[in-house]
Each structure stands twice: as structure tokens, then as C-alpha cells.
């Protein structure tokens, strides 16, 4: 076999894994970005909610109801 020819089988294999990789990490990379975003909502709506809560007691604080 010449040098620097891969075997067919070989060769089957690397565009296997290349394309298994591939997946992986692009769906991998889909899973992380949601996770990012959906603990960013969290973070934002808890802050919301904080902020609701201090303006209600501010509200009763000042007039009462």
C-alpha cells in the first residue's frame, strides 16, 4: 500500500466519527445555549418579581392599603 493512502475501511471510519463529532457537538451546543437562556429568564423574573414586591410594600407603606 502506498504511503499516505488511507484504507477504504479507514477512511469509512474518520468520516463516521468526523460526522458523529459533528453531531455532537452541535446539538450539544444547542443544549448548553438553552439552558443559558432559560436560566437568564429565571434570573430575570425573579428579579421582577423582587422588585414587584418592594413596590407593593412601598405602596402600602405610604398610603396605607
Do not use: C, H, W
Not at 25 to 35: D, L, Q, Y
Not at 38 to 50: A, K
Amino acid at each position: 500500500m502506498p504511503r499516505g493512502i488511507l484504507p477504504r475501511r479507514m477512511l469509512a471510519f474518520s468520516e463516521a466519527v468526523d460526522k458523529t463529532f459533528g453531531l455532537v457537538a452541535i446539538f450539544g451546543g444547542i443544549g448548553v445555549v438553552a439552558n443559558v437562556l432559560i436560566v437568564y429568564i429565571l434570573i430575570q423574573v425573579r428579579g421582577e418579581y423582587q422588585q414587584n414586591e418592594q413596590y407593593r410594600a412601598e405602596r402600602q407603606r405610604r398610603f396605607g392599603s
